[in-house]
């Protein structure tokens, strides 16, 4: 049997619980996980949603995949590749827009003026740390600061080249703190160990500083 008949080509249409993102080298999106009426099952991505797929989407949310499934006669292995992604039921503005890729959130422009009564976190904003993971770096970061009620005592800003191109995304908190190679998924216990003892009504100059240190992580 020929390579153009040894896969059988067809659309789908699932609808199921969102379980968890499928990452690669630590930055890389890939696909989701998916309970369905069948079991969990992956769904791979095409490259369109990558780039535009909001990684605050919250597990349990319902979605909606319509997309080409393949099965590999030989085999006998079916791959599911999702074109688009819809929230269903009550989740519909916990979806990026897939119409148009999203860019990193609550970046502020570098040359802005920061509050003099805010802290700063510093986000390497070069092409190379976003390629690495930057962007979900830069909307885990702004989830966290809305979770904990911090908007009003810390700031996110966007910066220029920090000189550690390959251990991207990089990030410095208030104390100075560096962090190399840093997933998204950890920025929440960051942001625990560095502003858990600030209230969400306290004044960020009450915070006291910590110790300057450097930490990669991966």
Not at 21 to 26: A, E, M, Y
Not at 47 to 65: E, I, N, T
Not at 99 to 123: F, H, M, Y
Request: hydrophobic fraction near 35%; proline fraction near 4%.
């Amino acid at each position: 049997m020929s390579a153009s008949y040894s896969r059988e080509i067809s659309e789908f249409r699932l609808e199921g619980k969102f379980i968890d993102f499928v990452i690669k080298d630590g930055y890389n999106l890939k696909g989701l996980l998916l309970h369905t009426a069948e079991g969990e099952c992956y769904v791979k991505l095409a490259k369109h949603l990558r780039a535009a797929f909001d990684l605050r989407l919250a597990p349990g949310s319902w979605l909606q995949v319509i997309g080409s499934q393949k099965h590999d006669i030989k085999k006998d292995k079916v791959i599911l590749k999702a074109e688009r992604v819809m929230a269903v039921r009550s989740h519909i503005e916990t979806v990026a827009k897939l119409t148009s890729v999203i860019e990193p959130p609550a970046i502020k422009n570098t040359q802005g003026k920061i509050s003099k009564n805010k802290d700063t976190i510093l986000v390497c904003h070069k092409s190379d740390c976003m390629k690495r993971g930057g962007k979900a770096v830069c909307q885990a970061l702004e989830a966290a600061l809305s979770h904990r009620g911090l908007e009003d005592q810390v700031s996110i800003k966007g910066t220029g080249c920090m000189k550690k191109c390959k251990a991207g995304p990089n990030i410095v908190m208030p104390d100075k703190t560096r962090y190399s190679r840093i997933p998204y998924t950890q920025v929440p216990a960051i942001m625990d160990k560095h502003f858990a003892h600030c209230k969400k009504q306290q004044q960020s100059h009450n915070c006291p500083q910590g110790v300057i240190h450097h930490r990669e992580i991966g």
